[in-house]
Nanobody
Framework: QLQVVESGGGLVQPGGSLRLSCAASGFTLDHYAIGWFRQAPGKEREGVSCISRSGGSTNYADSVKGRFTISRDNAKNTVYLQMNSLKPEDTAVYYC????????????????????WGQGTQVTVSS
């Protein structure tokens, strides 16, 4: 069964840090662009960041630029989202998604293009 699994969520105080991981099961991530999304209660799912298959292209939502960093370790079949200077408004369920692609620099422009989704990991930023 092909799936991605998120981990690393939890409760953190404002200003703190967390690192989320997205691991693949049943396939290798090096053929996929990976996106991170989040969904807060009562809100639409929004894109947070994306990293291309090669890792050479990344993008970020304006709300997280300068605070979040996406990276990948294809040898470990894992993509990471390092989240620093966390704010209460970052509270949400975070999802990773995988999009198969032959391009090393491609990142999907919408969430509807992704092939596989994880079940999500809860991030709560609160004092």
């Amino acid at each position: 069964q092909l799936q991605v699994v998120e981990s690393g969520g939890g409760l953190v105080q404002p200003g703190g840090s967390l690192r989320l991981s997205c691991a693949a099961s049943g396939f290798t991530l090096d053929h996929y662009a990976i996106g991170w999304f989040r969904q807060a209660p009562g809100k639409e799912r929004e894109g947070v960041s994306c990293i291309s298959r090669s890792g050479g292209s990344t993008n970020y939502a304006d709300s997280v630029k300068g605070r979040f960093t996406i990276s990948r370790d294809n040898a470990k079949n894992t993509v990471y989202l390092q989240m620093n200077s966390l704010k209460p408004e970052d509270t949400a369920v975070y999802y990773c998604a995988a999009k198969g692609t032959g391009s090393g620099s491609y990142c999907p422009s919408t969430r509807y293009e992704y092939d596989y989704w994880g079940q999500g990991t809860q991030v709560t930023v609160s004092s």
